[in-house]
C-alpha cells in the first residue's frame, strides 16, 4: 500500500502564490508517476498537473499552463506544485494521486487512471 501525505495549502490573496508538496511512503516501488487534481464545490476532480517519472514527462490542464508547474524532488518520490498569479477560480481542494501502472500519455488526465489519493488541501484564493 501507498499513503500519500499533502501539505502547503492556505489562503492568498490573488495574484500570490503557493506551493504544495507531496510525499508518497510505503511500497512506492513501482510507481510511475504522481500528480495533482482539484475539486471545488459542486464540481466534478479535475486534471491540474501530473509528472511522470519516464521521460521527466509532465502534463498541464490549459487553465494553469504558465502559472503552475510541477516537479519531483531530488528523484524521490516527492512532488511539488508551485502555484504563482492564482485567480480566486483556482479556489479548491488539491489532492495528489500516484499511479503504478501507464496505460498511455493520454490517461494521465484521468482521475481514473490512478491507485492512490491523498486526502486533499484546502486552497483558498480570495478577490
Known amino acids: 500500500q501507498v499513503q500519500l501525505g499533502e501539505s502547503g495549502g492556505g489562503l492568498v490573496q490573488a495574484g500570490g502564490s503557493l506551493r504544495l508538496s507531496c510525499a508518497a511512503s510505503?511500497?512506492?516501488?513501482?510507481?510511475?508517476?504522481m500528480g495533482w487534481f482539484r475539486q471545488a464545490p459542486g464540481k466534478g476532480r479535475e486534471f491540474v498537473a501530473t509528472?511522470?517519472?519516464?521521460?521527466?514527462?509532465?502534463l498541464y490542464a490549459d487553465s494553469v499552463k504558465g502559472r503552475f508547474t510541477i516537479s519531483r524532488d531530488n528523484g524521490e518520490n516527492t512532488v511539488s506544485l508551485q502555484m504563482n498569479s492564482l485567480k480566486p477560480e483556482d479556489t479548491a481542494v488539491y489532492y495528489c494521486?500516484?499511479?503504478?501502472?501507464?496505460?498511455?500519455?493520454?490517461?494521465?488526465?484521468?482521475?481514473?487512471?490512478?491507485?492512490?489519493w491523498g486526502q486533499g488541501t484546502q486552497v483558498t484564493v480570495s478577490s
Open positions: 494521486a500516484a499511479r503504478r501502472i501507464d496505460l498511455g500519455l493520454s490517461t494521465w488526465v484521468s482521475p481514473g487512471s490512478y491507485d492512490y
Open positions: 510505503g511500497r512506492t516501488s513501482g510507481l510511475t508517476g
Open positions: 509528472f511522470k517519472w519516464s521521460g521527466a514527462t509532465t
